[in-house]
C-alpha cells in the first residue's frame, strides 16, 4: 500500500517533537511486523467494507498509525476516534494524523475500551490490541458494540512479549475467544517471530 508523503512527514515530525524515551516507543509501532499486519488489515477489510463514508473507532489506537494507514487505504474512512487508556497516546496520535486532525476527520481519546461510550454508530470497529486486554475485558467491550458494526480484531501468539497478557496459541482458539457469530473472514499472517490473526465479521 502506498501512504502519502504528506503523512509521513507529520509522522516524522510527531517522532521527532517528542524526548528519546517516548520516541523509543513511537518506533515500536514501524516494526516491519507491526505495519505488515496493519497492511494485511487495510487490504482483507477493503475487500470486505468500502465506502468513503466509513465512521470507524479504533481501541487501543496506540499512536494512531492504523489510523493514518486507512484513511490511505482503499476502506474509505469519513472519520476515525482512536480510543487508548495510556494518557500519552491521545496528543501524539493527533499530531500524527494532523492532516485528517485538522479538517475534522480524525480524533484521538484517552478511554479505557470497556467503558467506552458510543456518540454516534461506528460502521466498523478495529481492536488489534486484543493480546494486552484479559478475556473479561473482551467481553466487556464486545458487549457495548453495536450489533450492526463491522468489528475487525487481532491478538497473536508472542506470548514472551511482557505487555501481552492474554495470547492465543491458534486461529481456532482465537475464533472461540472473540465470540464473532457472523464470520466474513479470518486468518493467519506468518511473522518472522509469530504468527497474527485477524478475525472480521459481527457480533
Ligand atoms: C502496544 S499497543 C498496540 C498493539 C497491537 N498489537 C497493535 O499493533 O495495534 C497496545 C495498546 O493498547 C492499549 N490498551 C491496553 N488496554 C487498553 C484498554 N483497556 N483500553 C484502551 N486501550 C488499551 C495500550 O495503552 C496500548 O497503547
Redesign the pocket.
Known amino acids: 500500500m502506498k501512504i502519502d508523503l504528506n503523512d509521513i512527514a507529520y509522522w516524522m515530525d510527531g517522532i521527532r517533537n517528542e524526548d528519546n524515551h517516548m520516541r523509543y516507543h513511537m518506533l515500536e ?1 514501524f516494526w516491519h511486523g ?1 505495519l505488515k ?1 496493519k497492511i494485511w488489515l487495510c487490504e482483507t477489510l477493503a475487500n470486505v467494507e468500502h465506502t468513503i463514508s466509513n465512521r470507524i473507532v479504533i ?2 489506537g ?1 499512536y494512531g498509525v ?1 489510523a493514518t494507514m486507512i484513511f490511505n487505504s482503499d476502506v474509505g474512512a469519513k472519520h476515525i476516534t482512536s ?4 494518557p500519552a ?1 491521545k496528543d501524539i496520535a493527533v499530531n500524527m494524523n494532523k492532516a485528517y486532525a485538522m479538517n475534522g476527520k480524525f480524533n484521538a481519546v484517552t ?4 467503558n467506552y461510550e458510543y456518540t454516534e454508530d461506528p460502521h466498523i470497529v478495529i481492536n ?2 486484543c ?3 484479559t478475556q473479561q ?1 473482551y467481553d466487556a467491550w464486545l458487549e457495548k458494540v453495536p450489533g450492526d458494526a463491522w468489528i475487525v480484531v ?1 491478538s ?1 501468539n508472542f506470548a514472551s512479549h511482557k ?1 501481552h497478557i492474554n495470547c492465543v496459541d491458534s486461529l481456532k482458539d482465537f475464533r472461540w475467544n472473540s465470540k464473532i457469530s457472523k464470520e466474513f473472514y479470518s486468518g493467519t499472517l506468518e511473522l518472522p517471530e509469530y504468527d497474527r490473526y485477524m478475525i472480521i465479521g459481527r457480533k
Open positions: 509501532s507491526q499486519s481501541f487501543g496506540w492504523l480510543v487508548d487508556i495510556d497516546c478511554e479505557d475500551m470497556c488489534t490490541s493480546e494486552h486486554i475485558q487481532q497473536n505487555e
